[in-house]
């Protein structure tokens, strides 16, 4: 599996992405049970509210080798500012529409 991660551009002052990769790299939570070998292929932020540069920036990430796009916890969960985007699901649709079966998607890290 080659990976995209898309993060939140809000947080990025206050998470380098310890905890993503942290969870990918032991199989725990969004990744557990993935049994072939996950390669990142970039981590990337959505390029801020609304998230409009999440769907461009996937699609690079796809021409550079990802088959999937990862929408990190930032975004779907909240984590760590315990504020979910409210464009989150816009995000992921957008990026679904363009990309299409192309790539698969996961919707948290951790």
Known sequence: MKIGIIRCMQTEDIC???TCFKVLKNREQAFGGI???IEIIGF???G???GKKAVTR???MVLRG???IVLASCITRGTPINFP???GEKIKEAILNKLGEKINNIDYTH
């Open 58 to 60: 996937a699609a690079e």
């Open 48 to 50: 801020g509210c609304p």
């Open 66 to 68: 990802a088959d999937t």
């Open 16 to 18: 380098p992405g310890t």
């Open 44 to 46: 990337n932020s959505c």
């Open 85 to 87: 985007c409210p464009h």
């Open 35 to 37: 049994q072939e070998e």
